[in-house]
């Protein structure tokens, strides 16, 4: 297998308040905001022209996951694979691909049915330097834009599909509870890009959150004392992860879909990485917020 994904390029939201998006990304979060118009925003963290899209909706919610790799024949080989697989892969055009700011991409539906995977190469840079209006400094570039961890209903089925056939490599796993497992894959140096876990207790399926990662502390430490004028916001206090050793908060976003807000997390080297298991997700703190 020669053809991979290299890294999580974008993400896209719909939201049904893009003024609110707006400033709250801008304000909290201290990312860079592009309105192209009434009805899409975009968000970049480094120098590629967008990491994050939001749309109207009805409701909030994850509508795309777009996953980078190298070029046209490395596209074209996973577009074989998936098709092997079983999955239906469509190839969207030159129009959309202009739209997503990509050389060409393809396009298969999730395993659960909860949005897009979008694979692309050649994702637009842009002429104009980033800059945060709050001076954040996002871990970005070769990383991608950060992880998504989604809660999946055939455990067996996520990881064919990202180990075997999209080339992720395991990262660790993490036992939440008896019988229930968190697994974590990685793609480049970022600990994890996409992690996942078993539907338990009637929670939903689909993204439980996603994450951004700022080299500074002070950042996520500013964004805490916003959070505190929107008390609703807070899902689980700030603390400590056991195996990546982010520090972080989680908070919810516009698009109602969970945000983890971070710094410090550690890289993998291939050559010298072996996974383990822990036996908790938080050295410290993380505490589930219960607003009822």
């Known amino acids: 297998m020669t053809a991979r994904v290299t890294a999580l390029g974008y993400l896209q939201f719909t939201a049904t308040d893009l003024d609110h998006w707006q400033d709250f990304g801008q304000r909290v979060l201290g990312l860079m905001a592009d309105r192209r118009s009434d009805d899409r925003l975009l968000f970049r963290v480094d120098e590629k022209s967008y990491r994050l899209e939001v749309r109207p ?20 080989e996973l577009e074989a694979r998936l098709t092997a697989a079983g999955y239906e892969v469509t190839r969207p055009g030159a129009a959309v691909a202009k739209e997503r700011m990509v050389s060409d991409l393809i396009r298969f539906r999730d395993p659960d049915d909860c949005y897009d995977h979008e694979i692309f190469w050649g994702l637009s840079t842009s002429s104009v330097r980033f800059a945060s209006p709050i001076g954040a400094e996002f871990v970005a570039g070769r990383e991608g834009v950060g992880h998504v961890l989604q809660v999946v209903s055939d455990r067996a089925r996520y990881e064919s599909l990202f180990l075997d056939v999209l080339g992720f490599s395991l990262s660790d796993h993490i036992d939440l509870a008896p019988d229930l497992a968190a697994t974590f894959l990685h793609c480049n140096p970022r ?11 009637g929670r939903p399926l689909g993204v439980g959150h996603f994450m951004l990662e700022v080299t500074d502390l002070d950042v996520i430490g500013r964004a805490m004392e916003h959070i505190e004028d929107e008390p ?8 400590r992860h056991s195996n990546d050793r982010m520090v972080s908060f989680y908070l919810l976003t516009p698009s109602d879909v969970g945000l983890e807000f971070g710094t410090g997390g550690i890289k993998i080297d291939d050559e010298t990485w072996t996974p383990t298991r822990y036996d908790t997700a938080h050295f410290w703190g993380h505490h589930s917020v219960d607003h009822h």
């Open 232 to 239: 609703h916001r807070l899902l689980k206090t700030f603390g």
């Open 191 to 201: 600990h994890h890009s996409f992690a996942f876990t078993p539907q338990v207790g």
């Open 57 to 76: 909706g009805e409701r909030g919610g994850v509508s795309a996951v777009g996953w980078e790799t190298r070029g046209p024949a490395e596209l074209a």
